[in-house]
């Protein structure tokens, strides 16, 4: 799912792209995607894009007249800027926003359509969208802290859930974890204030470095490539790769469709956590350190 550091990217380019420009029409190929019906979307159409805002995960094109359209890609929807009159993809294609030079093709790689859009209006409209969470790259150390204490949660959960911190997803929580040293399951509540003060540290330059690398690949382009997975990740999509910090492999946590990708050694004082399917299967016979873990593979 793109998320803060992509999503950044995202606005900033499609400013450079639309700013100004009246949107002539928007091509529907899905009747899914479009999950509202007053305005209708047609009230859209010819309006100017007078701004492009990111409100947590997702992009938002103010239009004149105070309307807006609502945009989430969720996990796999990404966008294309194509010539104008470009066609959707014939499998992936969710929609086209028309503009006189150029088009923008919003596609979705998942047979289960969930990116969406909305049209509403004004900023109450709007603010019907926030999920409230702490933009943590606009605030402080103390802003922080409050939204991170707020519940007693996980430090993955808490890190992406969209109620508590803005922006943050799979990926970059398991980077952010690994930057602090912290263990993915520790309790919120049990935080020290060395702790939470790294924790805040590495969020912070894991957002600002990555919006930067990102931004800089792009340059005056368009995000072609947006992805969850990069060769220059410490720990997430690395599954047994060597931390690059210890050298000992990463491990992972399944869970749902998603999973999170930890150093044991840097982040949980070499005991591995429980992974639910494996654990499950092999029971007494799951390994609860590093050491025993490679002993069982003979490494």
């Known amino acids: 799912m793109p998320e803060l550091p992509d999503v950044t990217v995202y606005v900033e380019r499609l400013r450079a ?15 899914f995607l479009l999950r509202s019906v007053d305005p209708p979307l047609s009230a859209t159409f010819g309006r100017d894009v007078v701004d492009v805002r990111r409100l947590g995960k997702r992009i938002c094109f103010g239009l004149a007249g105070d309307l807006w359209l609502v945009l989430h890609l969720m996990i796999a929807g990404r966008l294309r800027w194509k010539p104008p009159d ?22 979705e790689a998942s047979k289960k359509k969930r990116a969406s859009l909305y049209v509403v209006e004004g900023e109450a409209g709007l603010a019907e969208h926030d999920r409230g969470g702490y ?52 309790l919120t509540s049990r935080l020290t204030d060395d702790e939470l003060a790294r924790l805040h540290a590495a969020t912070v330059d894991t957002l600002t470095t990555w919006t930067e690398r990102l931004r800089a690949d792009v340059g005056e382009g368009f995000p072609d490539k947006v992805t969850a997975f990069h060769d220059d990740m410490a720990v997430h999509g690395r599954y047994r790769e060597p931390c690059p910090a210890c ?10 469709e998603n999973e999170t990708n930890y150093c044991a050694r840097c982040q949980n004082a070499d005991r591995l956590l429980a992974d639910r399917s494996l654990s499950q299967l092999m029971k007494k016979d799951w390994p609860r350190t590093l050491d025993e873990l490679e002993s069982k593979r003979g490494g």
């Open 17 to 31: 792209h639309v700013l100004g420009r009246a949107l002539a029409r928007v091509r529907l190929q899905s009747p």
């Open 86 to 107: 470009a066609k959707p993809h014939a499998r992936n294609g969710l929609a086209a926003f028309d503009f006189e030079h150029g088009t923008l093709v919003l596609t």
């Open 135 to 186: 933009e943590v790259l606009e605030g402080d150390a103390a802003g922080f802290r409050a939204a991170l204490l707020r519940e007693n949660r996980t430090l993955k959960r808490a890190l992406t859930d969209p109620r508590i911190l803005s922006g943050i997803g799979n990926a970059y929580s398991d980077e952010i974890l690994w930057a602090a040293r912290l263990s993915p399951v520790k």
């Open 247 to 256: 050298g000992k492999p990463v491990q992972r946590i399944r869970y749902a």
